[in-house]
């Protein structure tokens, strides 16, 4: 299992920059694949970054040369930078982690979110 934790919320103006970052203990961090989701008041959860084991990443078209996500695999931490912010990007941020075992099972785990608000 691994347990995760996000920090670096908080309050930002339109057009400032946040970096998020997520904290990962309890397994062998190097071998998930982490993403970044949001999830906006009375909206669905959304993937807005995601990078594998190997190290290759996607982005949801919103954050599209907005955002970057990258892992310190040495520091068992991933991060999303986060440039040019938009009202719109205001949501709570959830760290997660999943691997896909030999067996075929797949496992998730979540941290507990950070907020994000950006406002004027």
């Known amino acids: 299992q691994v347990q995760l934790v996000e920090s670096g919320g908080g309050l930002v103006q339109p057009g400032g920059s946040l970096r998020l970052s997520c904290a990962a203990s309890?397994?062998?961090?190097?071998?998930?694949?982490m993403g970044w989701y949001r999830q906006a008041p009375g909206k669905e959860r959304e993937l807005v970054a995601a990078?594998?084991?190997?190290?290759?990443?996607n982005y949801e078209d919103s954050v599209k040369g907005r955002f970057t996500i990258s892992r310190d695999n040495a520091k068992n931490t991933v991060y999303l930078q986060m440039n040019t912010l938009k009202f719109e990007d205001t949501a709570v941020y959830y760290c997660?982690?999943?691997?896909?075992?030999?067996?075929?099972?797949?496992?998730?785990?979540w941290g507990q979110g950070t907020q994000v608000p950006v406002s004027s």
């Open positions: 309890g397994s062998i961090f190097s071998l998930y694949d």
């Open positions: 997660n982690a999943e691997r896909l075992f030999p067996d075929a099972t797949r496992y998730k785990s």
């Open positions: 990078i594998t084991s190997g190290g290759s990443t």
